[in-house]
């Protein structure tokens, strides 16, 4: 193979690996997530009803009653048929919390916070826009 044709050939390959180098770029770059205001979308609830969880490292036992938000109907049918999913992810974010950091006003706010970080990851959204308790008691 001569000169020139070696040179041709590599200007070629650098041109095509230069244009998917650009493509591929521009593709992440135009694939920005959105922001979406929730806030103004219709929402949609799923209780979760009593359920009973021992604490890390204590003798106590936390009560919760709450309430899911979300603003998807397709997301709510999901929620109602894996109740046990979400049983299960308050269950595990309660059993290893300790009470310092389930006590009080900050509490309940880590645990609101934890559930649906839990929630979102779980069923793979970021639909889920609240989690709101009827009632968090700790006893012992």
Known sequence: MSNKKLIIIVAVVLALVIA???GVGIVFLSGE???VNYDDLPKSYYEVTDLYSNIKDSPRICKVNLTVETVSEELLETLKMKD???RDAINLIVRSSTEEQLL???GQLYLQEEIKRSLNDKFETDEITGVYFKQLIIQG
């Open 20 to 22: 998917i180098a650009v």
């Open 33 to 35: 997530k959105e922001e």
């Open 84 to 86: 046990f999913v979400i």
């Open 104 to 106: 009080g006003e900050d």
